[in-house]
């Protein structure tokens, strides 16, 4: 099975790592390997039909900076000149146009690749147009890893809880406004908790999409055309950000008992992301850079699940996930 990664930032050379460390698993399991025929990063791309080794596709792009020694200025040429099974897209997320992104998705399947990506962006904005094109062309799109990182949900919802009537699903899936939020429980100014989740590297140098809900509005958004199959985008959810809650407001649900988390909520009805008073104790209670969902079905009850809803290896293990369902239905386990 040959991949070809676009976008060989933290969590694209993750997945290299995941490879090289699972390649005897896949060899056992199929009787064959997973060869990355190349990869791309914003200025070169590497490629070679016969297959890199992963781990030296990641010392390169740290020693030399650039994953490749070929430059490109258009990716969807890189793409439809070169010989791949599977994409693995992990280019960064754009809320606003789907990015570089959304045209390798395209790309991809209008050639008739299997994709996997957890690249939001394309997902909350065009989800209905790529599921057709992936349904029209034969092609496999797999996304786990786009809500929720390492932490279970899309595919828990539609395969193992595929007999459920699921009436509602809601969670905290920004791990960096709930760092700040769980700062602010202990008396730190917003400001301050930014900074420090800045210097720590759980936020960008500008956290707007963050701070300001729009990365949480983006996964509700992909939830509920998946679990639910609603058609909706992005621009549909109803969006507030923690950027105004105060000191006196964390203190005065201290004072109850409660904490203030960012919660995104999405049912058959509801689409929202905001913050919220959660009882101390509660399971979206909770403290930290996890995420966690609660999933509300009529036969099971409630089924809470907790992950890293982000990070190299964390995010790679739900890209490895999805290549193994990808690999099941296309090559079959021995």
Do not use: W
Not at 292 to 303: K, V, Y
Request: proline share 4%.
């Amino acid at each position: 099975m040959k991949v070809f990664i676009c976008g060989f930032g933290t969590v694209g050379q993750g997945f290299c790592e995941v490879i090289a460390r699972r390649r005897q698993f896949i060899r056992d399991r199929y009787g064959e390997d997973v060869v990355i025929v190349g990869a791309m990063d914003s200025r070169s791309y590497a490629y070679d039909p016969n297959g890199f080794d992963p781990e030296r596709l990641v010392e390169r792009k740290i020693s030399d900076k650039r994953v490749g020694d070929r430059e490109y200025t258009d990716s969807v040429q890189v793409l439809e000149g070169i010989d791949y099974d599977i994409l693995v897209e992990v280019s960064p997320t754009d809320v606003k146009t789907g990015g570089v992104g959304l045209k390798n998705i395209i790309c991809a399947l209008e050639n008739k690749k299997d994709v996997i990506t957890v690249n939001k962006g394309p997902l909350a904005l065009r989800f209905s147009e790529l599921t057709d094109l992936a349904k029209r062309n034969g092609c496999l799109l797999r996304f786990e890893g786009s809500v929720g990182g390492a932490m279970p949900i899309i595919n828990l919802c539609r395969e193992n809880l595929v007999g459920e009537n699921i009436c509602s699903l809601r969670g905290i899936f920004n791990g960096t406004c709930n760092f700040i939020l769980s700062k602010m429980d202990k008396g730190q100014p917003f400001e301050q908790a930014l900074k420090e989740a800045q210097q720590m590297g759980y936020a960008e140098t500008d956290p707007t999409n963050d701070i300001e809900g729009y990365d949480s509005a983006c996964k509700i958004a992909i939830l509920a055309n998946t679990v639910f199959g609603r058609d909706v985008t992005f621009n549909d959810v109803r969006i507030t950000g923690i950027t105004s809650i105060t000191e006196d407001a964390v203190a005065l649900a201290a004072s109850r008992n409660m904490v203030i988390r960012l919660i995104g909520e999405v049912s058959e009805t509801k689409l929202e992301v905001g913050p919220r008073l959660v009882p101390k104790g509660h399971p979206l209670s909770i403290s930290g850079t996890l995420n966690t969902a609660q999933i509300l079905s009529d036969l099971a009850g409630p089924i809470t699940v907790t992950g890293r809803g982000a990070g190299r290896l964390e995010t790679a293990s739900a890209i490895l996930s999805d290549l193994v369902s990808i690999m099941d239905e296309r090559v079959k386990p021995q």
